[in-house]
């Protein structure tokens, strides 16, 4: 196994944890008043889903939800990232709220205070209400109301409960994957409707932090982008200028309305605006202030002009998903993130992972790779920190394998093994190694900073 003394040293503040998200690890789909949500729908069309599969069972987390905890503890982490299903505590996503379902997160949180795990909920992690997306989901101006009514509910309930708050997690992957190609919920393919979509994304996104703050939530709250740095395969004119366009559209899209008010002129001018509105009081509605800002972080976009495009080197190699391994884009991304915006909040890299095609042998699965990426990712983010970016927290995705969305059960994120028959939990070679990471950074802190005679 990888020594993790090698690693750099971290601030006894960093905060070390782990994410999942709702509908990819509770199951239960239809237990104890739960209502569809899109995703329920989405995997039960035929041809939808890579391996035909559901999230109807995923990891039983809604029954094993106290082994997970526990394992979580295990690990010596002291943070949890997950997400609520909206159908779960709201069945239609509007009118009566179901209580049994804020008893389970309600349980969930107990086992997380008996821990002394910190929670880090996020309200949308892409599994709307199917009640909600009847009357025009994300392209119903009214479905942001919808949701910051939400956000106030769960504020109101379990904020004083809660380290931290994202209203949205990915909204680039709800507005371009959801409506733009078809690959996600609800499964529409209209460029146009996907701006559309991602305009709404962020104007819910504001209402939620207003009503929130209204109601005096003490939890620090802040939204959750996957981003990357756009690199040009080569110096050449064309590449370069698309290689800008590409981080307009997807970074700076979401990044300047939040940050400056406004959409990039870049991307506007080159993206289908015909069925794009925007009301007068939009912009200062979305423009609302930070306590942190989530950057989920997997790869660098490499742009090139040519037919067929280039394709990177990939020197680190490529993830199960088809992903370069390229670390040091974490690092280009967060210097050039701070170098942008001026009054960019504390930052907490609340996903970063490696999906590996992992084989289980004689109760243990072997994934030096995992380990590897660990480490070049954690030395990458040092760097940033070094350099004067203020990142405060990161989060491993996945904590179990799950049901990884379009792709079903075929890959594997988790530092914890799924047998997906038997639910059988089995800690991976990377889990063990992390362990031993974040407890080889308490040790040092302590040896630092002796206790007072």
């Given at each position: 196994?990888?020594?993790?003394?090698?690693?750099?040293?971290?601030?006894?503040?960093?905060?070390?944890?782990?994410?999942?998200?709702?509908?990819?690890?509770?199951?239960?789909a239809?237990?104890d008043?739960?209502?569809?949500?899109?995703?329920?729908?989405?995997?039960?069309?035929?041809?939808?889903?890579?391996?035909?599969?559901?999230?109807?069972?995923?990891?039983?987390?809604?029954?094993?939800?106290?082994?997970?905890?526990?394992?979580?503890?295990?690990?010596?982490?002291?943070?949890?990232?997950?997400?609520?299903?909206?159908?779960?505590?709201?069945?239609?996503?509007?009118?009566?709220?179901?209580?049994?379902?804020?008893?389970?997160?309600?349980?969930?949180?107990?086992?997380?205070?008996?821990?002394?795990?910190?929670?880090?909920?996020?309200?949308?992690?892409?599994?709307?209400?199917?009640?909600?997306?009847?009357?025009?989901?994300?392209?119903?101006?009214?479905?942001?109301?919808?949701?910051?009514?939400?956000?106030?509910?769960?504020?109101?309930?379990?904020?004083?409960?809660?380290?931290?708050i994202?209203?949205?997690?990915?909204?680039?992957?709800?507005?371009?994957?959801?409506?733009?190609?078809?690959?996600?919920?609800?499964?529409?393919?209209?460029?146009?409707?996907?701006?559309?979509?991602?305009?709404?994304?962020?104007?819910?996104?504001?209402?939620?932090l207003?009503?929130?703050?209204?109601?005096?939530?003490?939890?620090?709250?802040g939204i959750?982008l996957?981003?990357?740095?756009?690199?040009?395969?080569?110096?050449?004119?064309?590449?370069?200028?698309?290689a800008?366009?590409?981080?307009a559209?997807?970074?700076?899209?979401?990044?300047?309305?939040?940050?400056?008010?406004?959409?990039?002129?870049?991307?506007?001018?080159?993206?289908?605006?015909s069925?794009?509105?925007?009301?007068?009081?939009d912009?200062?509605?979305?423009?609302?202030?930070?306590?942190?800002?989530?950057?989920?972080?997997?790869?660098?976009?490499?742009?090139?002009?040519?037919?067929?495009?280039?394709q990177?080197?990939?020197?680190?190699?490529?993830?199960?998903?088809?992903?370069?391994?390229?670390?040091?884009?974490?690092?280009?991304l967060?210097?050039?993130?701070?170098?942008?915006?001026?009054?960019?909040?504390?930052?907490?890299?609340?996903?970063?992972?490696?999906?590996?095609?992992?084989?289980?042998e004689?109760?243990k699965?072997?994934?030096?790779?995992?380990?590897?990426?660990?480490?070049?990712?954690?030395?990458?983010?040092?760097?940033?920190?070094?350099?004067?970016?203020?990142?405060?927290a990161?989060?491993?995705?996945?904590?179990?394998d799950?049901?990884?969305?379009?792709?079903?059960?075929?890959?594997?994120?988790?530092?914890?093994?799924?047998?997906?028959?038997?639910?059988?939990?089995?800690?991976?070679?990377?889990a063990?190694w992390?362990?031993d990471?974040?407890?080889?950074?308490?040790?040092?802190?302590?040896?630092?900073?002796?206790?007072?005679?």
């Open positions: 196994m990888t020594n993790s003394s090698t690693m750099p040293e971290f601030s006894p503040a960093f905060t070390w944890g782990v994410a999942t998200s709702a509908y990819q690890i509770e199951g239960a239809a237990t008043g739960r209502g569809p949500s899109i995703w329920d729908t989405f995997t039960h069309t035929p041809g939808t889903i890579i391996d035909g599969s559901t999230g109807d069972v995923a990891c039983d987390h809604y029954h094993r939800y106290a082994e997970d905890v526990g394992i979580i503890a295990g690990l010596g982490l002291k943070a949890y990232r997950f997400s609520v299903s909206w159908s779960r505590v709201q069945p239609l996503g509007y009118g009566d709220w179901n209580e049994k379902g804020f008893e389970f997160y309600s349980r969930l949180l107990d086992k997380l205070e008996e821990r002394g795990i910190a929670a880090h909920l996020t309200l949308y992690h892409w599994d709307l209400p199917q009640g909600l997306q009847d009357l025009g989901g994300w392209l119903n101006r009214d479905t942001c109301v919808r949701f910051a009514e939400y956000a106030a509910e769960i504020a109101r309930r379990f904020g004083h409960r809660l380290a931290s994202a209203t949205h997690n990915e909204p680039w992957c709800t507005a371009n994957l959801g409506y733009g190609n078809a690959q996600f919920a609800p499964g529409v393919a209209d460029t146009a409707l996907s701006i559309q979509v991602s305009h709404h994304l962020l104007l819910s996104h504001g209402l939620a207003q009503a929130m703050r209204a109601i005096n939530c003490p939890a620090k709250l959750v996957n981003q990357w740095p756009a690199m040009p395969a080569t110096d050449s004119a064309a590449d370069i200028a698309q800008e366009w590409e981080y559209r997807s970074v700076q899209w979401f990044m300047d309305p939040i940050f400056k008010g406004s959409y990039p002129q870049k991307a506007l001018d080159r993206m289908d605006m069925k794009f509105h925007v009301h007068a009081e912009m200062d509605n979305i423009r609302q202030p930070l306590d942190f800002l989530g950057v989920n972080y997997y790869f660098r976009a490499f742009v090139s002009t040519d037919n067929p495009p280039k990177p080197e990939g020197k680190l190699g490529f993830s199960d998903m088809g992903w370069e391994v390229y670390p040091s884009g974490m690092t280009d967060l210097l050039k993130l701070r170098a942008e915006y001026p009054t960019l909040p504390p930052i907490y890299i609340t996903e970063n992972g490696m999906a590996v095609a992992d084989k289980l004689d109760g699965v072997h994934d030096e790779q995992r380990i590897k990426y660990l480490q070049l990712h954690f030395q990458a983010m040092h760097d940033a920190i070094a350099a004067g970016v203020d990142v405060q990161y989060f491993y995705w996945s904590l179990l799950n049901f990884e969305w379009n792709s079903g059960y075929a890959k594997r994120f988790g530092l914890v093994y799924l047998d997906y028959a038997t639910q059988q939990r089995t800690l991976k070679d990377s063990y992390y362990r990471f974040v407890r080889a950074q308490l040790q040092e802190q302590l040896v630092q900073t002796p206790a007072a005679a």
